[in-house]
């Protein structure tokens, strides 16, 4: 199990994107060749919502805008040492959280946080799948996303997009 784990880990790793469709060379080339798009996140918790959705703010330089994580199927139980998630991040203009006219960029991500006491590191890696017109030159490009999880209230981190 905790080969497993760790595979999975370091499968999520920002050194090892989980874009399957590009050889490793792309995504080096790929990363190289754009600029990166990094934000902070803030997130709040609610752990009796399930299927998990999850929301709260992602700011890119001075823009602020809304931002939700929905869960994907059915999560497996959290194991002594990490848990693991699949889902899909939404992000609209600010104050039109699910209203996708106001939709700017979505896509799936998945990852895995530690089961700490109180204190748990995420790492997760994704790619968008959808952008607005002010955000298509970031269509197609790999998403990393990391932070840490004060549970059970909310959590802190960055969203990258290369």
Known sequence: MFTGIALLYFGCSENNPSAPELSQSDQVTNSLAKPHLTGTVYIDFDINNYPYVWAGTVTFGTETYDLRYKSVGDPP?????????????????????????????????????????GNSKFVANGKVEFANEDFEMWLGRNVHINGIAFLPEYAIGTFRIN
Do not use: W
């Not at 998630?85 to 939404?90: G, H, I, L, P």
């Open 77 to 117: 139980p959290p194991p002594p040492q990490a848990f693991v998630f699949d889902e899909r991040f939404e992000i609209y203009e600010a104050g039109h959280l699910g209203d996708l006219n106001y939709l700017v960029l979505e896509g799936p991500d998945a990852g895995v946080m530690n089961n700490g006491n």
